[in-house]
Nanobody, 119 residues
Framework: QVQLVESGGGLVQPGGSLRLSCAVSGSRFGINTMGWYRQAPEKQRDLVATITSGGSINYADSVKRRFTISRDNAKNTVYLQMNGLKPEDTAVYYC?????????????WGQGTQVTVSS
C-alpha cells in the first residue's frame, strides 16, 4: 500500500526558513511527478511546486526565488526548502505523487503538515 508521510512543518518567524520532507513508501514501479501544494484556511488548495522524475521543475509565481523543490529518487523522497517565509505562506502543506503501478499511474496525497509564519 502506498503511503506519503510528510515532516518538517512548524512555527517560524517572518524571514525564517523551514524544510519539508515527504517520503513515499510502497512504490514498486517508481514515481513520476512529485510535488507540494498548500491550502490556507477557507481557500482552495494551490500548487506550490512540482518536480518530474527527470528533474523538470515548476513553481508558483508567489514562491519563485524563495522556495526550492528537490527529490532523492533512491529514497523516494521529495523536499521543499522554504526561505524568506512570509505570513501569507501560512497554510497546510500537502505532498503529492504520481505513483506507477503495473498498468497505470495513481495519484496520492499526504496527510498534510502545518506551516505557520508569525511573529
Amino acid at each position: 500500500q502506498v503511503q506519503l508521510v510528510e515532516s518538517g512543518g512548524g512555527l517560524v518567524q517572518p524571514g525564517g526558513s523551514l524544510r519539508l520532507s515527504c517520503a513515499v513508501s510502497g512504490s514498486r514501479f517508481g514515481i513520476n511527478t512529485m510535488g507540494w501544494y498548500r491550502q490556507a484556511p477557507e481557500k482552495q488548495r494551490d500548487l506550490v511546486a512540482t518536480i518530474t522524475s527527470g528533474g523538470s521543475i515548476n513553481y508558483a509565481d508567489s514562491v519563485k526565488r524563495r522556495f526550492t523543490i528537490s527529490r532523492d529518487n533512491a529514497k523516494n523522497t521529495v523536499y521543499l526548502q522554504m526561505n524568506g517565509l512570509k505570513p501569507e505562506d501560512t497554510a497546510v502543506y500537502y505532498c503529492n505523487a504520481d505513483v506507477r503501478a503495473a498498468w497505470a499511474v495513481y495519484n496520492y496525497w499526504g496527510q498534510g503538515t502545518q506551516v505557520t509564519v508569525s511573529s
